[in-house]
């Protein structure tokens, strides 16, 4: 008998998930749970087990194409007597920062109608375009109902609005070329690069597209400033050092991040305004009053933002304890949900290869990033002399519809205190 696994919702509002790699080949033979797929949705990455064993029928999407929520992902040939249902099976869900663990629901959802881009087949609102090239097409005055779409599925780029402006702007050109004109070959697509037999071509999918998704809507949406600080952390080195000395035997050893967080907790409760974020569709900001602080990760599997939950209630010692957790579940694949949602407010640190400066993108839908930079020694004026100190840039990201350049530099200025003065810090170790 032949059973038919539908692709299930794996997720409030998704739709489709694009199949980034199978794990069986057709033909396979299949144990109960084992993994078969790796699909990557607007929410998530999942790694879909098999809700039945046996053998691997026809597998009905490649990798890289789209599959529609309800169509049927996989068929199991099966040795017994048929399923009673199509019941999916738990999976294991990776968002684009990492992995965690999730649950389907008991029943797979049809996925909506859409049209093809031009507005038939439905309403605006089943035009397949994300929600920051829905904005982009508003912010230029593109009837989006008018684009056609070239991404998969027919869906809608911003690119694709971009072509859409173009052809119309050029229309009236293209009419007053003389009939006698040369033709010429037609030209590349827009945003597609020259090709050259050299070049090594790596699919644009998954986990790199979804961050890539992920930034695009954080820059389209948030109207983004950034401002810098030089912070003296003189002090700060020698406290740690202190800290170190007298934790040594407990085998905890502080980096420089928990000073940076408890520091940074402080200034939030200061500035709520920057522990926040938008609700558009309600009209409201919504002011957290939870300390959730996100730490931004560059590995090999692409950016990863672990969540220190509770910041503020951790000691420096908690928070070192905490970091170290998370780095490894992160680098062993068993962050769990929790360690991986919710965070208000998000760090990002290159530790010793922080470089002087940089803007960071906004972790939507919060208003504002703390970018932490390399600590160098470097000269200083100091009671009208110079003298070599510890220095450090802190840059931050902020969303200007939420938060004034004031109210940020404040905040700002509320963590350099703090840490040019770090000796109520450590006595939180």
């Not at 309403?123 to 994300?130: E, M, R, V």
Request: aromatic residues 4%; neutral net charge; hydrophobic residues 40%.
């Amino acid at each position: 008998m032949t059973y038919e696994f539908k692709l299930p919702d794996i997720g409030e509002g998704v739709v489709e998930g694009e199949v980034v790699r199978w794990l069986v080949k057709e033909g396979d033979e299949l144990r109960e749970d084992q993994p078969m797929v790796e699909i990557m949705t607007d929410k998530a990455t999942v790694e879909i087990p098999a809700p039945r064993a046996g053998r691997v029928g026809k597998r009905m999407f490649s990798e890289g194409q789209l599959c529609p929520v309800g169509q049927v992902l996989i068929t199991i040939e099966l040795g017994g007597a048929a399923a009673a249902s199509t019941e999916p099976a738990g999976v294991t869900v990776a968002t684009a920062e990492g992995v965690v663990a999730a649950k389907a629901p008991a029943s797979a959802t049809p996925a909506a109608s859409r049209g093809n881009g031009r507005g038939v087949g439905g309403p605006a609102g089943s035009i397949l375009a994300t929600p920051a090239t829905r904005k982009f097409a508003r912010d230029t005055g593109v009837d989006i109902s008018l684009v056609v779409g070239t991404g998969p599925a027919g869906r809608i780029t911003t690119e694709d609005v971009r072509d859409h402006q173009k052809s119309e702007a050029g229309s009236a050109a293209t009419s007053r070329v003389p009939a006698s004109g040369t033709a010429h070959a037609p030209a590349a697509a827009p945003g597609s690069p020259m090709r050259d037999a050299d070049d090594v071509r790596i699919p644009f999918r998954g986990v790199r597209k979804k961050i890539a998704e992920n930034l695009v809507r954080s820059k389209h949406t948030a109207a983004h400033y950034t401002y810098v600080e030089e912070i003296d952390c003189t002090d700060l080195v020698a406290v740690r050092q202190q800290a170190n000395e007298r934790l040594q035997s407990g085998g905890v050893k502080l980096s420089f991040l928990p000073f940076f967080i408890k520091a940074t907790v402080s200034a939030l409760r200061q500035f709520p305004a920057l522990n926040a974020a938008l609700d558009e569709a309600a009209g409201e900001i919504v002011q957290r009053r939870r300390y959730h602080i996100g730490l931004a990760t560059a590995t090999d599997a692409g950016l990863i933002v672990p969540v220190v939950r509770d910041a503020d209630k951790k000691s420096l010692t908690d928070l070192a304890l905490e970091i170290d957790r998370l780095a490894e579940a992160t680098r062993s694949g068993k962050t769990s949900r929790e360690d991986l949602t919710g965070s208000t407010f998000t760090i990002t640190s290159l530790g010793a290869l922080g470089g002087v400066m940089a803007t960071p993108i906004i972790n939507f839908p919060e208003v504002a990033i703390l970018g932490i930079h390399k600590i160098m020694k470097r000269p200083a004026v100091v009671n009208n002399k110079i003298v070599i100190r510890d220095l450090m840039n802190l840059s931050i990201s902020v969303d200007h519809r939420v938060v004034d350049g004031y109210d940020a530099a404040r905040f700002v200025a509320a963590i350099k205190a703090s840490l040019e003065a770090p000796g109520p810090l450590l006595q939180e170790s």
